[in-house]
């Protein structure tokens, strides 16, 4: 595996993401959470980032 192969794998990672409105857990790649790109919930819809919330990674 190249260094750079393994950076892609470490970037598209998935890290647990719980909705804060739902408590829905769903799976966002790494690299947008790091971006702090807006995410949103499968389950009821609601748009937040990753900054404002305190339920990431568990």
């Known amino acids: 595996m190249s260094y750079t192969s393994g950076?892609?794998?470490f970037k598209e990672r998935p890290v647990h993401v719980t909705c804060p409105a739902c408590n829905h857990?769903?799976?966002q790649k790494a690299g947008k959470?790091?971006?702090d790109a807006?995410?949103?919930c499968?389950?009821?819809g609601l748009?937040?980032?990753p900054s404002e919330c305190w339920c990431i990674g568990g």
């Open 25 to 27: 857990r769903a799976d």
């Open 47 to 49: 748009l937040f980032l």
């Open 7 to 9: 950076l892609r794998k």
């Open 42 to 44: 499968p389950s009821c």
């Open 38 to 40: 807006v995410l949103e």
């Open 33 to 35: 959470l790091r971006k």
